[in-house]
């Protein structure tokens, strides 16, 4: 079964610190990849997609991710984090060019000063 | 910026009793969704709909969800006879040409007593 798993359900790292979320998946067809971040309060909000092309892709406020395809990895980093950084993070994923998103449990991220 | 809204943010009702969700997704938008998170578990795809007709659903929307896009602005998600399972966030999204990147809404949170 098409599924998403993200390994670290809840981190805590300290301003400047580099951050790393796994995120996997498992399907040996065509996907879609993206990290969605909420902010406390807010809505899920797109921080970076892959749909083809470079596997290493550039989101907003300095994260990326690296499509590995024989890993069936999609893992988000980010050198240096800051406390604005403090979030629900998520990994989703569409299968074989469908419309829904399938996501993973989320990684709630603690930064402290 | 555009945004997606919806209401209520918070509805408490009765276990049996129908619940309307409403939505105001992005105007240019044409694909449109529901997504639920019940308390400490995933982000789940409920439904997508597209030219007026629903595209995709998956298992969790039984014969007691509805969704209608009754005047042209408006996307509603109707449980008719609620339980006490159906409480959770539901986060409305859309998407403009492509499905690409989803856009979500702050979400309604409910709670069936």
């Known amino acids: 079964a098409q599924s998403v798993s993200q390994h670290n359900h809840h981190v805590i790292l300290s301003e400047a610190a580099s951050l790393e979320l796994g995120c996997n998946y498992s399907?040996?067809?065509?996907?879609?990849l993206f990290w969605y971040v909420q902010y406390p309060g807010q809505h899920l909000q797109l921080l970076l997609k892959y749909f083809s092309g470079d596997p290493l892709v550039k989101g907003i406020k300095g994260f990326e991710a690296e499509f590995i395809k024989s890993k069936f990895s999609f893992n988000l980093r980010k050198p240096s984090v800051q406390w604005s950084d403090t979030a629900e993070y998520f990994c989703?994923?569409?299968?074989?060019?469908?419309?829904?998103?399938?996501f993973g449990k989320g990684t709630s991220l603690l930064v402290t000063p | 910026e555009p945004e997606v809204t919806q209401t209520p943010s918070h509805q408490v009702t009765q276990m049996g009793q129908e619940v309307i969700l409403r939505c105001v997704p992005i105007?240019?938008?044409?694909?449109f969704y529901w997504y639920r998170q019940i308390l400490g578990q995933k982000v789940e795809f409920l439904v997508s709909f597209y030219n007026n007709e629903i595209s995709e659903k998956s298992e969790i929307f039984d014969d007691q969800f509805s969704v209608e896009r009754p005047d042209g602005s408006n996307f509603t998600l109707k449980i008719r006879s609620t339980k006490l399972e159906d409480s959770a966030m539901y986060f409305c999204?859309?998407?403009?040409?492509?499905?690409?990147?989803?856009?979500f809404g702050e979400g309604s949170r409910l709670t069936v007593l």
């Open positions: 989703a994923v569409t299968f074989n060019s469908g419309y829904a998103l399938n």
């Open positions: 105007s240019n938008h044409l694909y």
């Open positions: 399907y040996g067809g065509t996907v879609n």
């Open positions: 999204a859309s998407s403009g040409p492509g499905a690409g990147e989803l856009f």
